[in-house]
């Protein structure tokens, strides 16, 4: 779930700062409004909205979880191998799973509008689209290993990476296999991530929706990042 949302609606942000490019609105944006301003902006209502989308999807599937159950204990009785069980699903893990969504998704959607800032056209937008999701991908694969409850050194490096973390620590934290330190080692590192990447992104941002018709490379990206 915080794989597909992050991945999606990051993108969504860099869709729609190209959209406002390519129709020449963000000249009248960027004239009426800072550039931390419509980064931050863009990045809370998109988010907002995914995770209204998110709640919107997920309370009503718990729900007809918590229902099944119940239905099939009434009809053929109660089952502890094959009954449907929600005991794992702990308040302290709905809350950490909402602390990584929101800053895995402020982590991801700064890169994606810096990314985004970069592009002049709506087609651009496939050339980023791939290395933006290639950190997340890489998150996602120790996640997946980590929910079958290893604990191997590299999970664990995998859980305090910040582009890693919002998937492997909310894993491994579903497993019951982390120690305070860890989880609090893997926060302060996520927390402290997002700003620098939000303002990196800013800076790219400010310089990148004056450029257009230039390709989204490297040294467009050096030279967004220098303000030149």
Do not use: C
């Not at 929101?102 to 970069?118: E, M, N, P």
């Not at 937008?125 to 079958?148: D, E, F, R, T």
């Not at 664990?156 to 910040?162: D, E, K």
């Not at 941002?205 to 257009?212: D, Q």
């Amino acid at each position: 779930l915080s794989f597909l949302t992050l991945v999606f609606y990051g993108l969504w942000v860099a869709s729609g700062i190209v959209a406002e490019k390519a129709s020449r609105v963000m000249e009248l944006l960027i004239s009426a409004a800072t550039a931390p301003q419509l980064v931050v902006g863009k990045i809370t209502g998109i988010g907002l909205a995914g995770l209204t989308q998110v709640s919107l999807i997920l309370l009503p599937a718990l729900m007809m979880v918590v229902a099944s159950g119940q239905l099939g204990n009434m009809l053929l009785g109660e089952d502890s191998t094959a009954a449907t069980s929600l005991a794992g699903l702990s308040p302290g893990l709905i809350a950490a799973f909402l602390v990584y969504f929101v800053l895995g998704f402020a982590l991801y959607a700064a890169l994606y509008a810096g990314a985004g800032s970069l592009l002049s056209r709506p087609e651009d937008l496939q050339i980023v689209a791939l290395p933006l999701s290639i950190p997340a991908i890489m998150g996602y694969l120790p996640a997946v290993l980590a929910l079958s409850g290893s604990t191997s050194w590299f999970i664990r490096f995998a859980s305090y990476v910040p582009l890693w973390s919002p998937f492997v620590m909310t894993a491994r934290l579903a497993t019951g296999r982390v120690a305070p330190w860890e989880l609090a080692l893997s926060l302060v590192l996520l927390i402290a991530t997002v700003p620098l990447v939000t303002l990196l992104a800013i800076r790219v941002y400010r310089a990148g929706v004056l450029m257009y018709g230039q390709p989204p490379t490297l040294r467009t990206f050096l030279h967004a990042v220098r303000g030149s």
